[in-house]
């Protein structure tokens, strides 16, 4: 097993965590600004407002986006074991 080698199956693991977590996050981070916004222009300053308003967020990012993140992250695997003859021998 080569330096080379390591070093390509890190940045594919590396980016299929980023490419599973986007949706994620950026559902994440555009629901909180957005409650941000309504909570500075309201003058609300309640810390726990923001915690259902993402939670439903996220749900329903898991609910849609589920399934592509689930065989995505299968077909990484799939791919990553079929490559393991390639690296011993």
Known sequence: MTPELVINIVQNALYMLILISA?????????????SIMQAATQINEMTLTFIPKLLALFITLVLAGPWMLNTLVDYTVRLFKSIPNVIG
């Open 23 to 35: 949706p994620v996050l950026l559902v994440s981070l555009v629901v909180g600004l957005f409650v």
